[in-house]
């Protein structure tokens, strides 16, 4: 994978999470090599829609203000996002895919049940959001807010409060992870560069939408784990 790239392990859980969202260079990586044209990289309804949307790229691929390379990759929806999985699973051999919600928070999280990924209190300065004082009309580099007196979380995991959205394999309803489950709803978390009320940033604010739906607000991240999926 195109860097930045790394892991991090969330110790004694089991799995892994990738420590930025995908960027545009890395999802760069899946469409060169032919994923939006290899059905066996999507789910039944994904491939369905792919061919129904003629999706070739994600919604503002070919826009420059969203498409740079270190800038988390938007306008994917749930359906591209799982693709990208599944064909990186079978690249590297390791049983990659969207975090659980569950994986998501505890990562964010950590075991204390802080509000934000770097505590209790709100800093707009932290992360890439709109919440007054501070305003934002754009993605940033993933690595932006990389530190301890940033924006990380306990266990190192940066960008998990604002920039965007981020995908889970969860169903917003049932929460479920069947990726074969035909949800209209799935899960979304860590809100984005785009809002403007702090609340969508907390660790256990849960957001959700169709998994057809692609904004330039919207990513996604990784995890791997070897009893999952």
């Known amino acids: 994978m195109p860097a930045p790239f790394a892991w991090v392990e969330i110790a004694g859980m089991g799995y892994h999470m990738a420590k930025y969202p995908v960027t545009n260079a890395q999802y760069a990586v899946f469409i060169n090599e032919g994923g939006y044209q290899e059905e066996k990289w999507w789910t039944k309804q994904g491939w369905k829609a792919r061919k129904s949307e003629n999706w070739t790229a994600p919604r503002y691929w070919r826009e420059?203000?969203?498409?740079?390379?270190?800038?988390?990759?938007?306008g994917v929806s749930w359906y591209e996002a799982v693709a990208f999985?599944?064909?990186?699973?079978?690249?590297?051999?390791?049983?990659?895919?969207?975090?659980t919600e569950d994986q998501w928070q505890y990562a964010a999280q950590g075991d204390d049940q802080r509000t934000y990924p770097w505590g209790n209190k709100w800093d707009c300065r932290r992360c890439n959001s709109s919440v007054k004082p501070c305003l934002s009309?754009?993605?940033?580099?993933?690595?932006?807010?990389?530190?301890k007196d940033k924006g990380n979380s306990p266990f190192g995991v940066v960008d998990m409060a604002g920039n965007?959205?981020?995908?889970?394999?969860?169903d917003l309803k049932t929460k479920l992870i069947d990726?074969?489950?035909?949800?209209?709803?799935?899960?979304?978390?860590?809100?984005?560069?785009?809002?403007?009320?702090?609340?969508?940033?907390?660790?256990?604010?849960?957001?959700?939408?169709?998994?057809?739906?692609a904004y330039n607000d919207g990513g996604f991240r990784l995890s791997f784990s070897s009893s999952l999926f």
């Open 85 to 99: 999985c599944l064909w990186l699973s079978d690249r590297t051999s390791e049983k990659i895919m969207l975090p």
């Open 137 to 147: 009309n754009t993605t940033t580099l993933v690595q932006q807010y990389e530190g």
């Open 164 to 170: 965007v959205w981020e995908w889970c394999v969860t």
């Open 179 to 213: 990726i074969e489950l035909n949800s209209n709803c799935r899960v979304l978390r860590g809100g984005a560069w785009d809002g403007d009320n702090a609340n969508d940033y907390r660790c256990d604010y849960r957001g959700g939408y169709d998994p057809l739906q």
């Open 64 to 74: 420059p203000r969203w498409n740079k390379s270190d800038h988390p990759v938007v």
